[in-house]
Structure formats: structure tokens, C-alpha cells
Antibody, heavy 122, light 107 residues
Framework: QVQLVESGGGVVQPGRSLRLSCVASGFTFNHYAMHWVRQTPGKGLEWVALITYDEVNKYYADSVKGRFTISRDDSKNTLFLQMSSLRPEDSAIYSC???????????????WGQGTLVTVSS | DIQMTQSPSSLSASVGDRVTITCQASQDISNSLNWYQQKPGKAPKLLIYDASNLETGVPSRFSGSGSGTDFAFTISSLQPEDIAVYFCQQCDVLPITFGQGTRLDIK
């Protein structure tokens, strides 16, 4: 079955960096676009970034553009989110999610990881 | 950005009731609207995609309708296991945006 497992979260000081990973299994990873989404009790669900199945295109929310980088290593079935210049408002549970159709960048997210908690605090 | 206005924010209903949640987009999104269920401590689960298509394995008491800017999500007969938060999501244009959620509980 499809499984997505995130790791890399933790407590970090403002201005520092963190790299999140999402290991995928149970499907042909390089056939699917992948997204990062974050969730907080106050702001709800917020889309963060998208990488197409072929890694040709990457898109970001304005709130993270220039600070976060999405990437993937298809040889390791792993999605990454490199986060730099972190701010307190980046504190959230970060989840990776798979689009429900092969090859397309957007659609329903039919599989999500359980998430990894990032806390940005001094 | 497209704003997704979801209502109500919370809802209490009895087992067997028909429950409807609405979601309004700030601009035309065609049928690029998905509905999710999220239970405490769990990841969101896709229930309906492209406004009205039932995801594989999802019970038929769940349904979705609408196009353009106005959408609805319905549970035809509420079951105890349906207690959760429900979200709409537009995937027509970036940035993808979500509704603020509807908390559903049993009366």
C-alpha cells in the first residue's frame, strides 16, 4: 500500500535552517507530482510547495518563496523540503502529499504522510 | 489567491441525519474542488475529487456537487464514525487553497 513517512522536524531558532524528508513506498514515485502542505490550529491547512513528477517545475507559496526549496531524489523515493531563514510563523505540522493522478501537477491529494512538527522559537 | 469560504464552521447533527457543508470560491474554479475528512491526530483523507467524484473505497453516503464558484458536500445519513473536520480545497490554480474547515459532531 502507498505510504509516505516524513522526518526531520524539530525545534529550531529563528533564522536557522531545517531539511524535511518524505520517504515514499508502495507506488512508482517518479510518476507522481508531490506537494508539501502545512497545518496549524490557527491558520488551518496551507499549501507550501509543488514539484512535478519530472522535477522540471517547482512552485511555492508566496510566504515561503525564496526561503524554502522543494526537491526530490527518485533513486531513493524521497521528497525534500529545505527550509532556511525560518520564522516563528513557519511553525506547523508539515506533511507531504501525493496527487491522485499520474503525471499531473494538481489534483486531489489521495495520500498524505502523518506529518512532522516544526517549531521555530528562540 | 482564490479564497475558499466554507460554512458552517461547526455543525452538530444526529445519527441518520442528512448533513450538508458548502464551500464558495472567490472566482470560477470549474470543477477543481476536493473534499477531505480529517480525524484527530490523523492525516486528511480524500473523499471527493473534481467536485463530485467519489474516491475509491469511500462510502456512498458521501457525495459532492457544484461547479464554478458554489459547491456542496453531503452526508446522506450521518454515522458515528463520520465525526471529524471536513475541508474543501481548490486545485484549479496556484496557490492551492483550503477552506477553514467544518467541525462535525454528534448531537
Amino acid at each position: 500500500q502507498v505510504q509516505l513517512v516524513e522526518s526531520g522536524g524539530g525545534v529550531v531558532q529563528p533564522g536557522r535552517s531545517l531539511r524535511l524528508s518524505c520517504v515514499a513506498s508502495g507506488f512508482t514515485f517518479n510518476h507522481y507530482a508531490m506537494h508539501w502542505v502545512r497545518q496549524t490550529p490557527g491558520k488551518g491547512l496551507e499549501w507550501v510547495a509543488l514539484i512535478t513528477y519530472d522535477e522540471v517545475n517547482k512552485y511555492y507559496a508566496d510566504s515561503v518563496k525564496g526561503r524554502f526549496t522543494i526537491s526530490r531524489d527518485d533513486s531513493k523515493n524521497t521528497l525534500f523540503l529545505q527550509m532556511s531563514s525560518l520564522r516563528p510563523e513557519d511553525s506547523a505540522i508539515y506533511s507531504c502529499a501525493r496527487v491522485n493522478l499520474r503525471g499531473v501537477p494538481m489534483g486531489g491529494f489521495d495520500n498524505w504522510g502523518q506529518g512532522t512538527l516544526v517549531t521555530v522559537s528562540s | 489567491d482564490i479564497q475558499m469560504t466554507q460554512s458552517p464552521s461547526s455543525l452538530s447533527a444526529s445519527v441518520g441525519d442528512r448533513v450538508t457543508i458548502t464551500c464558495q470560491a472567490s472566482q470560477d474554479i470549474s470543477n477543481s474542488l476536493n473534499w477531505y475528512q480529517q480525524k484527530p491526530g490523523k492525516a486528511p483523507k480524500l473523499l471527493i475529487y473534481d467536485a463530485s467524484n467519489l474516491e475509491t473505497g469511500v462510502p456512498s453516503r458521501f457525495s459532492g456537487s457544484g461547479s464554478g464558484t458554489d459547491f456542496a458536500f453531503t452526508i446522506s445519513s450521518l454515522q458515528p464514525e463520520d465525526i471529524a473536520v471536513y475541508f474543501c480545497q481548490q486545485c484549479d490554480v496556484l496557490p492551492i487553497t483550503f477552506g477553514q474547515g467544518t467541525r462535525l459532531d454528534i448531537k
